[in-house]
């Protein structure tokens, strides 16, 4: 079974023809398992996502180890798996050290992450908003100095579990400081998922407002009150073509703990496909791989469409 076979009842008019899917499985997915992944399963993990047609694939994060220990063996697998053709391997970096371990090892995407709200700012990077942007901004001019493409993410754009609802405001005075130090492309993370398409619109109208270009623009949904794949569906008629995606919807944020799990790559996918939309992703290939993925984390995906697809009489 797949979505594109369906008979299409109406094909999606004013949609993109092609999506970007951004995978943060690796890094965003699985930087809150209790359990240490083998490095090698990572590696496996990320080399079977680019087999599946997967092009970004984030693989890492060069943050202190104390803070996301998951994560600690990054100069381990970055090298192991940094040669993949035709794929780019964003890794995050939260200041200076982050960045000299990413370029020593021949990074050349680089994300860091920002948050619009002071709570989250502390709990993620310990620092206040100001002082998180004021340590990006020269880690951003040396990583487009080296020839990196950079992405800068905002964290808490509609809520946040401290402060409750955030003004969109906040979010877009955060999202131009970004752009003005040099980020290509900003990532809006939903970290608790509590966003609906009304919010994803009004955040979106803003940003158009104070002059951010929507083709800069990708999104970043967690499907804690299951409105991951609505609100893609809004940013989508908005013009947005990125969207972020954590196979087998793996995930969760160790600093905002009410975060449940991204956005499923399969269910994005699926969606995308039925409507017509090109990304490149073998569906079949990537199912495999979480259900594999999900076999080392002994516990079953929790993206619908993985398990419907993985039942053989589906
Ligand atoms: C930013 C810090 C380091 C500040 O943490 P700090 O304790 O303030 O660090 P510091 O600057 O005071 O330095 C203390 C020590 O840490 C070392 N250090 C300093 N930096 C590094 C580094 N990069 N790598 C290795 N070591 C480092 C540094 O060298 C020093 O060592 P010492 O001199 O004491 O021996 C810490 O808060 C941190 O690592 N935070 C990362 C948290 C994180 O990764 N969160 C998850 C990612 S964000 C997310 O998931 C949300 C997102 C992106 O998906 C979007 C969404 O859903 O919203």
Redesign the pocket.
């Known amino acids: 079974m797949s979505a594109e076979r369906l008979p299409m009842v109406v094909p999606a008019a004013d949609l993109p023809d092609r999506v970007r899917i951004y995978e943060?499985g690796a890094r965003?997915g699985l930087?809150n398992e209790k359990g240490a992944v083998p490095t090698e399963v990572k590696a496996e993990f990320i080399r079977r996502l680019a087999d599946a047609g997967l092009t970004t694939i984030e693989a890492t994060?060069?943050?202190?180890?104390k803070?996301?220990p998951q994560l600690a063996d990054a100069e381990e697998l970055f090298p192991r798996v940094r040669d993949l053709p035709g794929t780019e391997l964003p890794v995050?970096?939260?200041?200076q050290?982050?960045l000299d371990?990413a370029l020593a090892l021949g990074a050349d995407r680089i994300a860091v992450?920002a948050s619009a709200t002071e709570s989250f700012a502390k709990a993620?990077?310990?620092?206040t908003v100001d002082e998180s942007l004021a340590v990006f901004e020269p880690v951003v001019r040396q990583a487009k100095d080296a020839g990196a493409r950079v992405r800068g993410?905002v964290?808490?754009c509609f809520g946040d579990p401290w402060e409750g609802a955030v003004p969109p405001h906040q979010v877009a005075r955060v999202c131009t400081a970004l752009r003005n130090m040099g980020c290509d492309e900003l990532?809006l993370?939903d970290?608790i998922g509590v966003a609906t398409p009304g919010h994803v619109r009004g955040l979106l109208n803003l940003l158009d407002e104070e002059g951010v270009p929507t083709d800069e623009i990708g999104v970043?949904f967690?499907d804690t009150y299951g409105q991951a794949l609505a609100n893609t569906y809004a940013a989508l008629e908005h013009g947005v073509t990125t969207v972020d995606a954590s196979a087998g919807g793996l995930g969760g944020?160790?600093?905002a703990r009410s975060?449940t799990g991204n956005l499923a790559t399969e269910d994005l996918v699926w969606m995308l496909h039925g409507l017509g939309i090109e990304t490149g992703v073998d569906l079949d290939r990537l199912t495999a791989t979480s259900v594999w993925m999900a076999a080392h984390l002994d516990r079953p995906s929790p993206s619908r469409t993985v398990r419907a697809l993985s039942h053989k009489d589906q």
């Open positions: 943060v965003d930087q994060s060069f943050v202190h180890p803070w996301v995050l970096v939260p200041n050290r982050g371990r992450f993620n990077l310990n620092r993410y964290s808490m990532s993370g970290t970043h967690h944020c160790p600093y975060a």
